[in-house]
């Protein structure tokens, strides 16, 4: 009876509230925030009102959870910012080199190496994380210690360069 039910209304609300969301939402979020409201209204079966009145109650079930995914995704785009600017300063002289070296990275590639090298993640968690595929983190995990590996290289040849110039000098 309530599948019954719960059919009949997806067939007399589902393209109207597809309509409404594709006004107010993001391309991406639209099926998944349609999703959640048809989920809702299965929950809530015995609480939707009859066929002449639902699709206002549905408006506002739609509009609860589309509020919902934008709360969410303020949420993640927060903890990404965070997680980006957490490149720690270290002690004066502790890891200098690569602290800086780590800073020449964009945004998203030291987010990555982060998440690898100090909270130990695998390419397929740190896909999880930042919503990327398994396959765009390992390719961005190996740009970045590249880039960083020849970023210290550079580094440390000019420092070396140098103390022989000095060595030459006193000569």
């Known amino acids: 009876m309530q599948e019954a039910r719960f059919e009949a209304l997806v067939r007399a609300v ?11 939402a993001d391309a991406d979020a639209v099926d998944d925030v349609l999703a959640e409201t048809m989920l809702v209204l299965w929950r809530r079966i015995d609480d939707v009102p009859n066929l002449e009145e ?6 506002g079930v739609a509009r609860g959870c589309l509020a919902n995914a934008r709360r969410a995704e303020r949420r993640r785009l927060r903890l990404v910012d965070r997680l980006t600017q957490a490149v ?40 999880t994380v930042t ?13 970045a210690k590249k880039k960083m590996a020849a970023e210290l290289e550079r580094k440390n040849a000019r420092v070396a360069g140098q103390e022989q110039v000095k060595r030459g000098s006193e000569l």
């Open 14 to 24: 589902g393209e109207p509230l597809h309509r409404y969301l594709v006004r107010r």
């Open 54 to 59: 639902v699709l206002p109650w549905c408006y």
């Open 131 to 143: 919503g990327l595929t398994a396959n765009a983190v390992s390719i961005r995990l190996h740009r």
């Open 88 to 127: 720690p300063q270290g002690e004066p002289g502790e890891h200098a080199e690569l602290y800086d070296a780590l800073r020449t990275l964009g945004e998203a590639d030291r987010e990555v190496v982060l998440l690898w090298a100090w909270e130990g993640l695998a390419p397929q968690a740190i896909a």
